[in-house]
């Protein structure tokens, strides 16, 4: 006989979880008492919403599913940001949460609430185990969903009683999941394969756009392989970067709102878009009308819904990106020189670099370049939100897939430091680093508290300005520099950090930097550097709200 | 923008119906009828929804729906040949020697049912589609239409052409 609590704790480790992220409460006692002797690791978090983060970074840096577990009530709503969180950036996280016993469903019992509905419009998929007999079936499917298709948070919600029942449970005995409404499209379809690659050989400035479904599929090297061997240029989404390496002569760096110039041109430029695992999310087509309106589009999703979302679409392939990839690279035989297009986009390279003012003053974009000389690409960046977020996606240099770790589609800020937590678990022999706004850090600041704890060597690099630097930015810009509620107060973060147990320095100027980054990076627990850069620094270039993507301002004009 | 008939296979289980109908009001769009009830396949329901939209706006809803673990399959009725009914109480004032015998009169043309009398009120129970429900609904009005209550719109493909099948 085994308890649904103990069907649950051995279930996560047949589906080969090794740490799960939680916090505690009334209707989990059943099962904290089974993880009180279990193997399974379990790493405390403060907020339960830290719990959530972290399974998200968890899955994001290793690819695998993340696991997190809240009590009911407050501890399941304190999980809905984080739920929300991976939904708009496809992250596989299974959150398990407490329930009321069956009996008080829907009863307004202590700290009940109805987290399946809550959860209804942000989770790929929920489920209320009413029964111990089910639970085993669930967890299983609840795993396989989220991390297969397009990606994405399952929620279980396991009432008290059904943890706590004892059952004759046989895991060898069940059955392997099939859903018939689950069926996701794997391989693409050839036809349309050879319709994509026809008019690759027809087009005169064709452009990949590539995005994280790239990361996702683990496809970054059939992505590569395909733009050298056609030699298209790549520009990727903020979800793509790291999917070809920053520095490779055919990528063009981020486009969209902050992207580079020779990106965005040479999108509103191409005659032929392949979007590939990418969404035209509003932050990258700027005006939609404008966007890439020269061209036809091939677009690979796995998902069929994003297909001609926004935009109308000339050959979709639906299908996985990695499949759909390596099956255009196998009939790939005809090619073709895009010499005169590619002088184009050169010259647009060399004449926009991303660029800022260098002087003696401390600004944000230095400590980031700093940190990716130092670093050379290895290591893992985790990023808060804002022009923290901007600056890291601009400046540092990405070499490999799931190295970049950022909350895209939702932009949560506080994401990145328990995120960073999760990364940790996934690749511990990395460094990781949480790039943060002063603002950002403040909204999960209590995780010092997990990190010291459990010598969690991450490292935090506060790019502190006093201000939600994004949205002073938009004040500056299109509201008369009326800083409405956007300046705080000075934090010494060193101070704080200090008080939870863990070291810090604070950096005031640039010569400072370079020391302060190597001696984060050399210790071996968890470490906080507060950079008060310069405080008014912008986010260049940028694209106002409802432009085209050709009409940038700031950074070097043509 | 045109009213579409799509129908729905799902799987009969609890809070189907809230995923379903959630989807529509979270993506903006309104629902005009909706009809459920099980199926010939055990362990599933057919949902038959209207809904108004532009064809590209019911492509997408269609393609949302379909993502649904729980949606087996979608399907567009619109450019079909297609039957389809409504069914409706109308309970109505006919006191006997004034309005009872038209009301009677109006309901055979109609091809309704009368299926409660009562001292002072008639229940009637029509099937049709919209445009004829709406037709006897506005006849009986000048007798006193006490109440009205109506059924979702169902929907089926004509001939031997079959609405089954999995995603």
Request: charged share 25%; net charge negative.
């Amino acid at each position: 006989m085994k308890t649904g609590a103990k069907i649950l704790v051995e279930g996560l480790q047949r589906e080969g979880v090794e740490t799960i992220f939680g916090y505690p409460g009334g209707v989990v006692l059943p099962i904290y008492d089974e993880l009180y002797d279990s193997s399974l690791r379990h790493i405390l978090v403060r907020h339960e919403q830290a719990a959530a983060h972290a399974a998200d970074g968890f899955a994001r840096a290793s690819g695998r599913v993340g696991v997190c577990l809240a009590t009911s009530g407050p501890g399941a709503c304190n999980l809905v940001t984080g739920i929300a969180t991976a939904y708009m950036d496809s992250v596989p996280i299974v959150a398990i949460t407490g329930q009321v016993p069956t009996s008080l469903l829907g009863n307004d019992a202590f700290q009940e609430s109805d987290i399946t509905g809550i959860t209804l419009p942000i989770t790929k998929h929920n489920y209320l185990v009413k029964r111990t007999e089910d639970l085993g079936r669930v967890l299983q499917e609840a795993f396989y969903i989220a991390g297969t298709g397009r990606k994405g948070p399952v929620l279980v919600d396991i009432p008290k009683d059904v943890s706590m029942r004892s059952i004759e449970y046989d895991y060898a005995a069940s059955e392997p999941v099939t859903l018939r409404g689950y069926q996701p499209t794997l391989r693409g379809h050839a036809k349309q394969i050879d319709k994509a690659l026809e008019m690759i050989i027809e087009a005169e400035q064709p452009v990949i756009y590539a995005g994280g479904g790239i990361i996702a599929s683990d496809a970054s090297e059939e992505l590569v392989r395909l733009a050298e061997t056609l030699v298209i240029p790549v520009t990727t989404t903020l979800m793509g970067l790291g999917a070809i390496p920053c520095d490779h002569p055919l990528n063009l760096g981020m486009l969209g709102m902050h992207g580079t110039r020779s990106a965005n041109y040479a999108v509103t430029e191409s005659d032929l878009l392949i979007a590939i695992g990418a969404r035209f999310d509003d932050r990258v087509t700027g005006k939609l009308d404008s966007f890439a309106s020269h061209a036809r589009i091939i677009h690979i999703d796995i998902d069929p819904a994003e297909i001609g979302k926004n935009k109308k679409v000339d050959v979709p392939i639906v299908g996985d990106v990695r499949s759909v990839l390596q099956d255009m690279l196998a009939k790939l035989q005809k090619k073709k020189s895009y010499d005169r297009w590619l002088t184009r986009i050169r010259g647009w390279k060399e004449k926009h670099p991303l660029q800022y003012v260098s002087d003696n003053c401390l600004r944000p974009q230095y400590v980031v370049e700093e940190l990716s000389a130092l670093l050379k690409g290895e290591g893992i960046i985790v990023s808060e939100v804002g022009q923290n977020q901007m600056w890291t996606a601009q400046y540092f240099c990405f070499r490999k897939p799931r190295t970049w770790i950022t909350s895209g589609g939702l932009g949560t800020m506080g994401y990145g430091f328990p995120a960073a937590i999760g990364a940790h678990f996934a690749c511990p022999d990395q460094t990781v680093f949480d790039i943060a706004g002063d603002g950002s850090f403040q909204m999960n600041i209590q995780e010092l508290s997990t990190v010291a704890s459990n010598n969690i060597p991450v490292k935090v690099a506060i790019l502190n300005n006093r201000f939600l630097g994004m949205v002073r930015q938009w004040q500056e810009l299109f509201h008369n520099r009326r800083y409405s509620f956007t300046e705080l107060p000075p934090v010494d973060f060193v101070k704080v950090a200090n008080a939870y147990g863990v070291d810090g320095i604070k950096v005031e100027s640039c010569e400072e930097v370079v020391p302060a980054l190597k001696a984060a990076i050399e210790t071996d627990g968890p470490f906080v550097l507060d950079f008060r850069v310069e405080r008014e620094e912008n986010v260049f270039p940028m694209v106002p709200a409802g432009a085209a993507i050709n009409e940038m301002i700031g950074g070097k004009q043509e | 923008m045109k009213p579409h008939t799509l129908s729905v296979l799902v799987e009969n289980k609890a809070g189907v119906l809230s995923r379903v109908t959630g989807l529509f009001s979270r993506r903006g769009y309104n629902i005009e009828s909706l009809a459920v009830g099980i199926c010939e396949e055990p362990g599933m329901s057919r949902i038959t929804i209207v809904c108004i939209g532009d064809d590209a706006g019911i492509e997408q809803v269609m393609k949302q729906l379909n993502k649904l673990i729980d949606v087996i399959k979608v399907s567009d009725l619109t450019d079909n040949e297609r039957v389809e009914r409504e069914l409706a109480l109308i309970k109505v004032t006919a006191e006997p020697g004034t309005s009872r015998a038209e009301v009677m009169q109006l309901a055979t043309i109609f091809r309704a049912q009368i299926i409660d009398v009562a001292a002072k009120t008639i229940i009637l129970s029509i099937t049709g589609d919209t445009e004829k429900i709406d037709a006897f609904e506005k006849l009986l009005r000048q007798y006193g239409v006490k109440e009205l209550v109506r059924t979702g719109r169902i929907a089926m493909l004509r001939g031997s052409k079959m609405l089954k099948g999995v995603k």
